[in-house]
Nanobody, 122 residues
């Protein structure tokens, strides 16, 4: 079992920056693939970014490439999402998630945080 707690959300003007943090419990954090998912009102969940346990493999959805940076500090059991040049369409609840397994070639995320609200005003 893993517990994830997001923080760092808030209200920011377009073009501004926020840094989200996700603190994980346990002593096996380095074994997890970590991801960030967002959900805007009336929209489906969108996978934003992911990072492997070593940080050597990183994924971003096209809409955030060049603006968002995912990183992790395994010694602190924390994953970060640095969000720069924010746009109103980035407004959503942001969740962090942890994965330890792949089923039939698809990565399964079994642990989720409670979410943190990010609101970008124009």
């Amino acid at each position: 079992q893993v517990q994830l707690v997001e923080s760092g959300g808030g209200l920011v003007q377009a073009g501004g920056s926020l840094r989200l943090s996700c603190a994980a419990s346990g002593r096996t954090f380095s074994n997890y693939v970590m991801g960030w998912v967002r959900q805007a009102p009336g929209k489906e969940r969108e996978f934003v970014a992911a990072i492997s346990w070593s940080g050597g493999n990183i994924y971003y959805v096209d809409s955030v490439k060049g603006r968002f940076t995912i990183s992790r500090d395994n010694a602190k059991n924390t994953v970060y999402l640095q969000m720069n040049s924010l746009k109103p369409e980035d407004t959503a609840v942001y969740f962090c998630a942890a994965s330890t397994r792949t089923v039939a070639g698809i990565r399964e995320y079994d642990y989720w945080g409670q979410g943190t609200q990010v609101t970008v005003s124009s």
